[in-house]
């Protein structure tokens, strides 16, 4: 009998917590903007959206693209997302530790990608909190 190799359907519990979560996630990407496309570095990720590092802020609101593959899947997430709110480099009252860049909320992603996205933040949950610390490793695309 063949495995389903589909992602796990997260319960209503799982989607609630799921809401709340915002995990580190070091990865390139690539950002579609005004036509043309840009590799950017992804710093956390949620189910509704990303940070993106990018020296550029662009207007709130604006309309992009992001791209961008989970760990042990070749297929990219393709998002449509929106400029939620900019981190600029220097910014009073912002943290320190975040570089420039963009907060996207996702807008536009299939079904299919959601459920990827879903079972990647809840394979992140089920590990160790040591396992869940950043490692260069996971710089690829």
Do not use: Y
């Not at 590799?39 to 990303?50: K, N, Q, S």
């Not at 929106?82 to 009252?93: D, Q």
């Amino acid at each position: 009998m063949a495995r389903n190799k589909s992602a796990p359907r997260p319960t209503p519990h799982d989607v609630e917590a799921l809401s709340r979560l915002r995990i580190s996630f070091i990865r390139r990407g690539t950002l579609r903007v005004d036509g043309g496309e840009e590799p950017v570095l992804m710093m956390d990720l949620a189910r509704h959206g990303a940070f993106v590092e990018r020296h550029a802020a662009l207007p709130i609101g604006t309309e992009v693209g992001l791209d961008f593959a989970l760990p042990g899947n070749d297929l990219p997430v393709r998002a449509v997302c929106r400029v939620a709110w900019t981190h600029e480099h220097g910014a009073p009252g912002g943290s320190h530790a975040l570089p420039p860049g963009l907060g996207l909320e996702f807008v536009a992603l299939s079904a299919a990608d959601l459920a990827r996205v879903d079972a990647a933040l809840l394979e992140h949950l089920g590990r160790p909190p040591r396992a869940r610390q950043f490692s260069g490793r996971h710089l690829h695309r």
